[in-house]
Nanobody, 119 residues
Framework: QVQLVESGGGLVQPGGSLRLSCAAS????????MSWHRQVPGKERELVAS????????NYADSVKGRFTISRDNAKNTMSLQMNRLKPDDTAVYYC????????????WGQGTQVTVSS
């Protein structure tokens, strides 16, 4: 049974930090490109950051470059997103996604975790 379980969301003041985690099970984690996405009501889900498995290459949305850092641990089947200098515009539900590198049509999503940036 495939599972992606996000954790670490919550309420934080502007300028603060949060660390999101995604725990994966039920599939061969190292074969999948992992990514974080976020969505606010009424808007499309958007890519925040992604990380490849075979070389650890990362990609970030322009809006989070220099503030967020994505990482993965293939031995522990986990992925993280360190979010610093958070802004109110970062408020969203954050989702973990796994896409099979050899066939990106095979995709798994987590259930999401709420991040709220507010004073």
């Amino acid at each position: 049974q495939v599972q992606l379980v996000e954790s670490g969301g919550g309420l934080v003041q502007p300028g603060g930090s949060l660390r999101l985690s995604c725990a994966a099970s039920g599939f061969t984690f190292s074969r999948y490109t992992m990514s974080w996405h976020r969505q606010v009501p009424g808007k499309e889900r958007e890519l925040v950051a992604s990380i490849l498995s075979f070389d650890g290459s990362t990609n970030y949305a322009d809006s989070v470059k220099g503030r967020f850092t994505i990482s993965r641990d293939n031995a522990k089947n986990t992925m993280s997103l360190q979010m610093n200098r958070l802004k109110p515009d970062d408020t969203a539900v954050y989702y973990c996604k796994a896409a099979l590198r050899m066939d990106p049509r095979i995709v798994y999503w987590g259930q999401g975790t709420q991040v709220t940036v507010s004073s």
